[in-house]
C-alpha cells in the first residue's frame, strides 16, 4: 500500500504533471498538491479544474514543505529546476521526474540536488499531442509502462515510494538501466517522432501552392506526432544525442537501401524489405498490442 503524499509539489503542470496530480487525487493519496509554472495562467486553469490545489512561480519557495517532488520539464531543463530547489529542499524528501531521456537527468541531479540518492529518475511512457494542464486526465497511464532507472547509489525507501507513485497512476512499473533505457527509447521513441517531423518538413519543402492538398489518412497517422512540442523533442534529441545519432544513421541507411531499390527497379528487393517489414511489425501487434 502507497504511503500517503503529505505536500507533492510539480514542477511542470501540464499534460504529465497535471495528469499525475488528478491520478493521485483520484486515488486519495495526496494530501496537497502545488503546481509550479512559468505560465501564470495555466497554474490558475490548474487549480480552477481542480488538478493542483495551490500554486507557485518560485520553485524553491514551492519545495520548502515537501515530502515529494516531481518534475516534469523539458530535459534540458531539469538541471536548471535542481539547482533551484536545491538550497531549499528538505532532506528527508523525495524527487522524481518524467523526462524522456535519463543519464542527462542523473548527471544533473548529482550535481545540483543535495541527497541525488534520493531521486528515482523515472519516464512514464505515455502522453497525447496536447500540452497544459487542460489535457490532464487522470487515466493517462493507465496499463502503460513507466520505466525507473535507480543506480547503485540509489535509496531503497525513495525507490520504493517512487514506485509506489507510479504504481498508483495505473503505469506498469519496471526498472531498467539508465544507458539501456536511453539506448532503447531513442530507436522505438526518439526516432519516429525525427521521422515525422522529416517527413512533414519533406513535403512542405516540395514545393506547390498546397503540397499537403491530397494527404490522407496514412499521411496523418505517421505525421501525427509531429504535432508534438518541438521545444521539448529538441531537447530530447540533443540529451539523448549518442543514442540518437546512431539511431538516425540506421534510419537514413535503411532509407538509402529503399532508395536504391526504387531508382534501380528492383522490385525483388523492394518486396523483400516491405514484406520483413511488415512482418516485424506485426509480430510485434500481436505480443504488445494490449499495451497500446
Sequence with gaps: MMQDIEHLVIIGTGLIGGSVALALRKAGVAKRITGVGRRLENLQLAVKLGVIDDYSLDIGAAVTQADMVLVSVPVAASASVFQAMAATLPANAVVTDAGSSKQSVMAAANQYLPNPNRFVPAHPIAGTEESG??????????????????????????????????TVTGSKVIEMDAATHDEQLAAVSHLPHMAAFALVNAVRKSGGADPFQFAAGGFRDFTRIASSSPEMWRDIALCNRPALTLKLDALITELGVLRRAVDGGDTDLLLKEFSQARKARDSWLLKHGDAL
Design 133 to 166: 494542464a487542460a489535457a490532464a486526465f487522470s487515466e493517462l497511464f493507465e496499463a502503460h509502462w513507466c520505466i525507473l532507472t535507480p543506480d547503485l547509489h540509489t535509496d531503497a525507501e525513495a525507490l520504493e515510494r517512487v514506485h509506489a507513485l507510479w
